[in-house]
C-alpha cells in the first residue's frame, strides 16, 4: 500500500519562501508522475504543477516562474518550491502519484499553507 507524506507547511509572510516535501512510503511503479495541487478556502482544489518521471515539468500559470516541482526518485520524494509567495496562496497543499500501468492515484493528506503578514 502506497503512502504519501507531506511536509513543510506552515505561517509566512507575503513574499515570502516555503518548500514542500511529500514522501511516498510503500512498493510504487518506476512510471509515474508526480503533482502538486493546492484548495483555498471556499475554492475548488486546483492543479498547480507536474514534474514526469524524466523531470519534465508543467506549471499552472498563477505560479509559473515563482514555483519549483522537482523530486528525488532516490527518495521516492517530490518537493514545490515557492518564492514570492502572495496572499492567495494560502490554501491547503496536496500532493499526486500517478502510477501507471496500471494507473493509480495516490494522495497525500494535505499541508496547510497560509500566507500572511
Known amino acids: 500500500q502506497v503512502q504519501l507524506v507531506e511536509s513543510g507547511g506552515g505561517l509566512v509572510q507575503p513574499g515570502g519562501p516555503l518548500r514542500l516535501s511529500c514522501a511516498a512510503s510503500g512498493s510504487i511503479s518506476s512510471t509515474n508522475n508526480w503533482a502538486w495541487y493546492r484548495q483555498a478556502p471556499g475554492k475548488q482544489r486546483e492543479w498547480v504543477a507536474t514534474?514526469?518521471?524524466?523531470?519534465?515539468?508543467v506549471y499552472a500559470d498563477s505560479v509559473k516562474g515563482r514555483f519549483t516541482i522537482s523530486r528525488d526518485n532516490a527518495k521516492n520524494t517530490v518537493y514545490l518550491q515557492m518564492e514570492s509567495l502572495k496572499f492567495e496562496g494560502t490554501a491547503v497543499y496536496y500532493c499526486?502519484?500517478?502510477?501507471?500501468?496500471?494507473?493509480?492515484?495516490?494522495w497525500g493528506q494535505g499541508t496547510q499553507v497560509t500566507v500572511s503578514s
Open positions: 514534474i514526469t518521471r524524466d523531470s519534465t515539468t
Open positions: 499526486k502519484l500517478v502510477e501507471y500501468g496500471p494507473r493509480r492515484d495516490y
